[in-house]
């Protein structure tokens, strides 16, 4: 319940209670002479769950194997090549002595 709270508004001050109905009644007043400095509200702190569940949870997530050698990928494959996952933008057969790796912009994309 609020009671008898100095309250400043447009360069006036009030007088701010709550009513046994819950009805704001605020009463003009005087200026004081050292007005009270009202500590700030802060809001209620609110720990957030250990593990929060997912915003918006893939339906299907992607599923992607590592890159491999001599391996003939098809577009939109996905493959993890040093810890990043990268869709094929070009059909082709994997070849690491020819540097066919997922670095090749034009057969990958970081994805």
């Known amino acids: 319940m609020i009671s008898n709270l100095l309250v400043k ?3 006036s001050y009030y007088i701010c209670n709550i009513s046994s109905t ?11 002479v050292n007005p009270p400095v ?3 509200v802060n809001p209620p702190v609110v720990n957030p ?3 929060p569940p997912p915003v918006n949870p893939p339906v299907n997530p992607p599923v992607s194997q590592e890159w ?7 577009v939109n494959d996905l493959v993890m090549w040093e810890g990043k ?4 933008r070009q059909a082709h ?8 790796t997922p670095a090749v912009l034009s057969l990958w994309i970081l994805n």
């Open 9 to 11: 508004y447009q360069n």
């Open 22 to 32: 819950n009805e704001l009644i605020l009463s003009p007043v005087n200026p004081p």
């Open 38 to 40: 009202n500590p700030p």
């Open 49 to 51: 769950p250990v593990n």
């Open 68 to 74: 491999k050698n001599n391996t003939s990928y098809k």
């Open 85 to 88: 996952m990268y869709k094929c």
């Open 93 to 100: 057969t994997s070849n690491l002595a020819a540097g066919w």
